[in-house]
């Protein structure tokens, strides 16, 4: 039998991994799209601190932030009801996961609506406030459709190497892809085989997101001219 | 809340200095990282520069073998990529039994491998994408020079491209680096091994993890600046006008 049948809990954990990279993907153009008005707005203080959240967080690796943010939070939660004379709970390891790595590309997101927000012409917003839109809906019914066509090449990339770095998750204790693979590799003795498929299943879902990102790229950029050599 | 003494203590052993050495004793932490950076990037530029040039070949026997290797390289996890050779290649008989096994079964080695095949892939579509780019005045000129083909790539394509490819080339570098932080996976003890093997010690996350943290921060910043410098000099010509 193929693997002694380890196939299907690794599509589990594939299942887990997609579900982790999909969640840290909210959390992460969230993140971005605050990171990027705190950067664009006029408060000093505001932009400061979106410019240290994305120039930090990019300088240091994934995998540090990982073991920076679920051991440290965990510890920190721990003292914290220690102090209150309560049992400390254990961190979700989902949620951790999901959040660090939504904070990480966060960072990135950041950079990438920042660019996109800037691509709009300023008229644009402007005309939305002077016929009384609340800046809520001038964003959403102006700056958005708009920024999106800008955003998306940088935002494909960033989803992709997102997808990528959720490989990283089962360090902190996981039962991804990753995980489910150490434990078939280590009873089926065949390494090689095991980590060929998830390396398949990584393929198949970075070729997917790659092909669906292109037709959405083409769907927003209706109605704009292709430059011609 | 953090302990600033526990920090000074360990600090030594980010340079090499484990269990109570001087520093640079080992090789552990700072040096490794960067033997793993610098050797990876030295191999996967000269195995970059050819495939390039087979990647914008109008022959498809040439560029295909090529694109399959970028395409399967950058749409995998480099960690899987780690894994398949550290601890795949030993379920195949021949390989075991081959003199290159002596150095296959060394973690460094497959580490080493593994960023150099796939910083490749990646510094091959940067320095295609750049060739593709070039101002066909440059080609033409050439040919009215009457060079030939290799002398063109060699004297005017490949030096021109590899200028141009600065700015996303040194993306690419500090990306590599901070995926250098995974060799700990397979038992090295990088930046980021030494400071999990601290933490294992000691039970205290932030301190290891936020000197590690600032050592790549550093690292991160000294790379941008030199690539700066770099560019300044080797892509003047194309600055914009200052007067």
């Known amino acids: 039998m193929f693997l002694q049948g380890y196939l299907p809990s690794i599509m589990e954990g594939t299942i887990l991994t997609l579900q982790v990279a999909v969640s840290a993907l909210l959390v992460s153009v969230v993140l971005g799209l605050i990171g990027a008005m705190f950067k664009m707005s006029p408060s000093k203080p505001l932009a400061w601190l979106a410019e240290v959240y994305s120039t930090v967080v ?22 914290l009801f220690a102090q209150l004379g309560w049992e400390a709970p254990e961190i979700n390891s989902f949620f951790a996961g999901v959040m660090t790595i939504g904070f990480i590309f966060g960072a990135y997101m950041t950079e990438t609506f920042r660019g996109a ?86 393929l198949a879902i970075t070729s997917v997101s790659d092909l669906a990102l292109k037709r959405l790229e083409k769907r927003y950029s209706t109605g704009v001219r292709e430059t011609e050599l | ?93 021949w390989v075991r039994d081959s003199w290159a096994w002596e150095y296959l079964r060394e973690a460094y080695v497959c580490a080493i491998l593994a960023f150099t095949l796939n910083t490749a892939a990646y510094t091959t579509e940067i320095l295609a994408g750049q060739i593709r780019n070039t101002h066909y005045g440059e080609i033409e000129a050439a040919k009215a020079m009457g060079m030939g083909k290799w002398l063109m790539m060699r004297r005017i394509v490949i030096p021109s491209a590899l200028r141009r490819a600065l700015p996303a080339y040194s993306n690419e570098v500090v990306m590599m680096m901070q995926s250098t932080s995974i060799a700990g996976l397979v038992t ?56």
């Open chain 1, 58 to 79: 990019r300088g240091v690796p994934d995998l540090v932030w990982m073991l920076l943010l679920f051991f440290g939070v965990q510890m920190l939660i721990n003292e």
């Open chain 1, 117 to 202: 927000i800037m691509a709009v012409p300023k008229g644009q917003m402007e005309a939305g406030l002077a016929y009384g839109m609340s800046p809520l809906r001038v964003f959403l019914r102006i700056t958005f459709p708009q920024m999106v066509r800008f955003a998306l090449p940088s935002f494909s990339n960033n989803w992709l190497v997102l997808v990528k770095s959720t490989a990283l998750v089962s360090v902190i204790g996981l039962n991804d892809v990753m995980y489910r693979a150490d434990t078939a590799k280590s009873i089926t003795q065949e390494p090689f085989t095991v980590y060929a498929v998830v390396g398949c299943i990584f």
């Open chain 2, 1 to 93: 809340m953090i302990d600033l003494n526990l920090i000074i203590e360990r600090f030594p052993a980010f340079l090499g200095g484990t269990d109570g050495a001087p520093i640079m004793s080992t090789s552990d932490g700072l040096q490794l990282t960067l033997e793993l950076l610098g050797l990876s990037l030295v191999f996967g530029l000269l195995l970059a520069v050819p495939m390039a040039l087979m990647l914008v070949s109008r022959n498809k026997w040439v560029a295909r073998p090529v694109w399959l290797y970028t395409y399967v390289f950058r749409g995998t996890p480099l960690l899987v990529q780690l894994f398949i050779i550290y601890y795949g290649l030993s379920q195949f008989d």
């Open chain 2, 188 to 243: 090295l003890a990088d930046l980021t091994g030494v400071a999990r093997r601290v933490f294992s010690d000691t039970y205290m996350p932030f301190e290891p993890f936020l000197t590690v943290a600032g050592i790549y921060l550093v690292m991160t910043f000294a790379l941008v600046w030199l690539f700066k410098k770099a560019e300044q000099r080797w892509l003047a010509y194309l600055a914009p006008r200052k007067h």
